[in-house]
C-alpha cells in the first residue's frame, strides 16, 4: 500500500531536548515536505527537499532542522524544542515539483507534539 | 506573495442540505488550485483539482469550478452526509514556488 508513514503520532516532551520526528514513504517520490498545521493558519511549509540531498527552507523554518539521505526519509529535527513548536505536524510527498504543479500530495496521519 | 483565504468556521448543517465553503486565493500567474479533506485523526486527503480557468474538479459528489475573474474556487456539494463531516482546505501551487499554499481550513458537521 502507498504510504507515508510518520512517527510518533503523538509525543510529550519538555523545553531543550531534542527530537526527531521520523517521515518514510514508499513510492519512490522525489518531493517532500514538512508543514505544520496551527489553528487559524492552515498548513505552514517548514522545510522541503527537491530530492536526495537537496533541501531548502520554506516559511517558518526556524528551530528546525532535515535531512534527506536517502530517498525515502525525510526527518525533522528538533534541536532544542520550545513551547512555540507545539503543533501538528504532517508530512507529505508526490512523485516530483514542477512549479504550477497539478500533482496531489500525499500526506502523513500527522505527528501531535506538546513541548512544555 | 500567494495566499488563500477560506470561509470562518465552524459550519454546521442538517443531512441533505446544500454546501457551499467559500475559497478565493491571490496568486501571480496561473496557479493549480486544490481542495484537501482532512477527517479526524487522519493525514490530508485530495479531494477534487483544478489547472486552469474555468475548469471544474469533482469528486465524491463534491465541485469546484477555477474562476479566474473573481480569483475563487468555491466548494459546493448538492446534499451533505453525516459522513462528509471533517476539515476542508483550500490550497494553491503558483508557478516557480516548492509548496503548496493553504487557507485556514473550515470544520464542517454535519447533523442527522
Known amino acids: 500500500e502507498a504510504q507515508v508513514t510518520q512517527n510518533p503520532r503523538y509525543l510529550i516532551t519538555v523545553t531543550g531536548k531534542k527530537l526527531t520526528v521520523t517521515c518514510s514513504q514508499n513510492?519512490?517520490?522525489?518531493?517532500m515536505s514538512w508543514y505544520r498545521q496551527d489553528p487559524g493558519l492552515g498548513l505552514r511549509q517548514i522545510y522541503y527537499?527537491?530530492?536526495?540531498?537537496?533541501?531548502d527552507k520554506g516559511d517558518v523554518p526556524e528551530g528546525y532542522k532535515v535531512s534527506r539521505k536517502e530517498k525515502r526519509n525525510f526527518p525533522l529535527i528538533l534541536e532544542s524544542p520550545s513551547p512555540n513548536q507545539t503543533s501538528l505536524y504532517f508530512c507529505?510527498?508526490?512523485?516530483?515539483?514542477?512549479?504550477?504543479?497539478?500533482?496531489?500530495?500525499?500526506f502523513g496521519d500527522g505527528t501531535r507534539l506538546s513541548i512544555l | 506573495g500567494d495566499s488563500v483565504t477560506q470561509m470562518e468556521g465552524p459550519v454546521t448543517l442538517s443531512e441533505e442540505a446544500f454546501l457551499t465553503i467559500n475559497c478565493t486565493y491571490t496568486?501571480?500567474?496561473?496557479?493549480?488550485l486544490f481542495w484537501y479533506v482532512q477527517y479526524p485523526g487522519e493525514g490530508l486527503q485530495l479531494l477534487l483539482k483544478a489547472t486552469k480557468a474555468d475548469d471544474k474538479g469533482s469528486n465524491k459528489g463534491f465541485e469546484a469550478t477555477y474562476r479566474k475573474e473573481t480569483t475563487s474556487f468555491h466548494l459546493e456539494k448538492g446534499s451533505v452526509q453525516v459522513s462528509d463531516s471533517a476539515v476542508y482546505f483550500c490550497a494553491l501551487s503558483g508557478r516557480g514556488a516548492q509548496k503548496l499554499v493553504f487557507g485556514q481550513g473550515t470544520r464542517l458537521t454535519i447533523n442527522p
Open positions: 527537499s527537491m530530492n536526495v540531498e537537496v533541501t
Open positions: 496568486a501571480t500567474g496561473y496557479p493549480s
Open positions: 513510492m519512490n517520490h522525489e518531493y
Open positions: 507529505a510527498s508526490s512523485p516530483t515539483w514542477q512549479g504550477g504543479s497539478n500533482q496531489p500530495q500525499h
